[in-house]
């Protein structure tokens, strides 16, 4: 059998992160738990292997009376199992006087290899929770193993699970001072805390009374207590906050709160999100972004490394995140060649993992392997010079690829995607589809295998049947549609970045007019600078039901809506939102047609995350949002100031312009399968 004691694999990053493969059986594993930073002695600890169906107990201890235990097990689990410890009970040396704490219930998540030794504490705990929060319940973990290996995967970003202190990525310099996320976490770890030591004789009732989930019952100890704050991390976030002083007042003539985790938060979080925010790989601007089958995301760039970029010269490559963050592609020109040049809103994967993207800077269509190797021609494919201006592109259940070109109003069509059979369907208004098209943006495939088309110049989607596209119909919504995304039902879910009031159409006209006269880059330029001053509620969201009409009560607008770019559904059919607009956009959690799971008393297109949105992270001016298998919502910052996008900024910041960096919110969507082709669905 194979220790548990291997090395832990540096060079990823993690524990096990390129040894998912690899069994992960364990003769002896040893470890500590610790409560507030101290030792908790006769605490039951178990081992766990996850997996799909109800977790395998490996072995059990009890911890001495310095907090360490060894665990002795004779049972191998399955490969692809996850492991993870579960500590209950004990008394913690922090508060010798407290006794035996029932309520003390901490985790550590360790993926299927562990380092020599393992530490179990309010740390640990939280970090496993946000990570694995679409898959725990009570003590159990269980899901697909694509699913489970990217959720134990990105808990050393957050903790070193070796000594139960802070991870790398938190602590970096993206993170751990640009971010409130550390503060958010430490914050938390101090409240469970609070309940571990007992701190105060009431310490557990309140852990519990601020935990308390909007439907639902209380927890009895704190791991569930965490569980139920981080599935609903925008309910009265205060509650919690509110604990940190209750727990740890400030001494007499003191500065600081005796808390065992610092930085604790001096204010309330509008929610309890720890999102955390990845570079590299190429990264600058990123447009459109899909996960292939490892859960590993591609994503096209505007820009490159060091440019003085600007709106008018787009000639970025392809970036690839791996499941957990870490850049796979090279580190500062990312994957090139193949006619990779300035990526857009144009990324789509198939179903043997090839990334196909569009292109503004070399008006033509890219394909990667897996790899990165390029699969077109070092021009790309152009159709002789007959492409415009890129956008859109997807991939059908039948294994079709449809690609939009937004300035010429382009179709194109790669039949099973077949790079030798594609053909330009139509253009400008030489037939239908096109005809109905005015700068297309964005498409998707839904039940029925009828496509829908975004137009950016219009006020109407197009849709028409994938079999025959000269059956093109219109439907109303309101200005300036970009993304658009089709939950399980059908519904057709179009975000409006103008959208649909009457300044809308008024910026809708002067878009039109510049896009006539002056072409796409002069639109564009009208489009950001107008979004960028935009603030809650200016943009909107329309959903049409599959008939095309009006869902009651669309559009919807709200708060969170500064400038709604791009839309995702989760496996719950609730619906994400990116927003371009501020420099630090939030995204927006919106419930949809299946409002049983919405929180009580909500309806469809009413906002779940707060007024304001999500926010943190680093987030800037975003395009795309996805979810994947993990339940972990990605946005990508694509803009970050708006100034040095346009001739003549400062030379000081004349490589600002394009965004940095994709943001990770973790564990707060319901997964989603990868890649996504059609309609998304769960794992």
Not at 115 to 134: G, I, K, L, Y
Not at 221 to 235: G, K, N, S, V
Not at 605 to 628: H, K, M, R
Not at 631 to 654: F, K, R, T
Request: proline share 8%; aromatic share 8%; glycine share 12%.
């Amino acid at each position: 059998m194979l220790k548990l004691t291997q090395t832990m694999l540096l060079t990823a990053g993690l524990i096990g992160y390129a040894a998912f493969g690899t069994a992960a059986a364990a003769d002896t594993l040893k470890g500590q738990v610790l409560g507030g930073g101290q030792p908790i002695a006769n605490s039951t600890v178990t081992l766990w292997a996850a997996s799909a169906g109800a977790p395998t107990q490996l072995g059990q201890a009890l911890t001495g009376v310095d907090g360490s235990f060894t665990i002795n097990s004779t049972d191998a689990p399955d490969k692809d199992a996850i492991l993870y410890l579960i500590a209950k009970g004990g008394q913690p040396k922090a508060n010798a006087q407290s006794g035996d704490n029932p309520a003390i219930a901490l985790i550590a998540v360790i993926g299927n290899k562990a380092p020599a030794t393992v530490t179990v504490n309010e740390m640990t705990t939280v970090a496993s929770v946000w990570t694995n929060a679409q898959f725990l319940d009570g003590s159990a973990i269980k899901g697909p193993a694509l699913s489970l290996r990217i959720a134990a995967g990105n808990v050393p970003n957050f903790v070193d699970l070796q000594s139960g202190g802070w991870g790398a990525t938190i602590q970096d310099p993206l993170n751990s001072g640009q971010t409130p996320t550390m503060a958010n976490f430490a914050t938390l770890a101090d409240v469970i805390a609070g309940c571990v030591t007992s701190v105060t004789p009431d310490a557990c009732p309140k852990l519990y009374s601020a935990a308390t989930p909007p439907k639902g019952d209380a927890p009895n100890d704190t791991l569930t207590a965490a569980q139920l704050i981080a599935r609903a991390p925008w309910y009265q976030p205060t509650r919690v906050f509110a604990l940190v002083d209750q727990f740890y007042p400030i001494p007499k003539g003191k500065n600081l709160r005796p808390v065992p985790y610092m930085p604790y938060l001096n204010t309330a979080p509008s929610a309890w999100v720890l999102p955390l925010k990845f570079d590299g790989g190429g990264y600058r601007a990123g447009g459109k972004a899909m996960f292939d089958s490892e859960g590993s995301l591609w994503v096209g760039d505007n820009f490159t490394i060091g440019w003085q970029a600007s709106d008018s010269l787009w000639q970025g490559h392809a970036t690839k995140f791996a499941s957990n963050g870490r850049p796979i592609s090279p580190i500062t020109t990312g994957f090139t060649g193949g006619g990779m040049e300035g990526g857009t809103f144009g990324a789509a994967v198939d179903a043997k993992d090839n990334a196909w993207l569009t292109n503004y800077g070399s008006k033509s269509i890219t394909v990667f392997d897996k790899n990165g190797k390029p699969l077109t021609p070092p021009e790309g494919i152009t159709f002789d010079g007959k492409l415009g201006l890129m956008q859109g592109v997807i991939v059908t259940p039948s294994g079709d690829v449809w690609v939009l070109g937004i300035e010429k109003s382009q179709l194109v069509f790669f039949p099973k995607g077949d790079l030798a059979a594609g053909r330009i369907v139509c253009e400008g208004d030489s037939a239908e589809p096109c005809k109905s098209f005015k700068a297309p943006f964005h498409l998707a495939i839904d039940q029925q295998d009828r496509i829908w088309v975004s137009n950016s110049a219009l006020d109407h989607v197009t849709r028409f049947p994938a079999a025959d596209p000269t059956k093109a119909e219109k439907f109303k919504t309101g200005f300036n549609n970009s993304g658009l995304a089709i939950d399980s039902q059908g519904n057709v879910w179009i975000t409006e970045r103008f959208g649909s009031g009457l300044l809308g159409l008024a910026h809708l006209i002067d878009l039109d007019a510049r896009l006539k006269l002056e072409g796409v880059a002069k639109a564009s330029d009208y489009l950001t600078k107008t979004m960028s001053e935009q603030r809650g509620g200016s943009g909107s969201v329309t959903v049409l039901r599959p008939d095309g009409t009006p869902y009651p009560g669309s559009p919807f607008m709200g708060g969170g809506l500064p400038g709604p770019w791009a839309a995702a559904v989760d496996g719950n059919d609730n619906v994400w939102i990116s927003n371009f607009a501020m420099p630090s956009s939030p995204i927006v959690q919106l419930c949809g047609v299946r409002t049983e799971n919405c929180p009580p008393g909500m309806k469809t297109g009413d906002q779940i995350s707060p007024p304001g949105g999500y926010v943190g992270g680093g987030l800037q001016l975003q395009t795309d949002i996805a979810v994947d298998p993990a339940g972990n919502v990605w946005a990508m910052n694509n803009w970050q100031d708006i100034d040095s996008c346009y001739p003549n900024p400062s030379e000081a910041l004349s490589t600002r312009c394009g965004g940095q960096g994709v943001v990770i919110f973790y564990g707060v969507a319901k997964p989603v399968r990868a890649p996504q082709i059609g309609p998304a669905r769960q794992p």
